[in-house]
Nanobody, 119 residues
């Protein structure tokens, strides 16, 4: 199992920056990828940025050029640097980790952290 704890959300004005952190613990050797997702009321949780164990990253079109995902393996922590925030970035942000157990891949979620962007 993999446990995730997020931090760093809050209220910020449009155009400003926030950095989210996600600390992982547990079966870290089994993690194949980590990512940040966000969800707004009444909508599905969607991928914002991902980082695979092989080092490749991917971003939603809506955040390309503004958000950056990074991982500090020494701290078992993944970050999401969010710059030039827009009101439409308001959401609950979740950290997710894909991990292998047996012959299958599972996903663990953090508890979520609220990001609010005022115009």
């Amino acid at each position: 199992q993999v446990q995730l704890v997020e931090s760093g959300g809050g209220l910020v004005q449009a155009g400003r920056s926030l950095r989210l952190s996600c600390a992982a613990s547990g079966s870290l050797f089994s993690i194949t990828a980590m990512g940040w997702y966000r969800q707004t009321p009444g909508n599905l949780r969607v991928l914002v940025a991902s980082d695979t164990s092989g080092g490749s990253t991917d971003y939603a079109d809506s955040v390309k050029g503004r958000f950056t995902i990074s991982r500090d393996k020494t701290k078992n922590t993944v970050y999401l640097q969010m710059n030039s925030l827009k009101p439409e970035d308001k959401a609950v942000y979740y950290c997710g980790a894909d991990f292998r157990r047996g012959g299958s891949v599972f996903r663990s979620w953090g508890q979520g952290t609220q990001v609010t962007v005022s115009s």
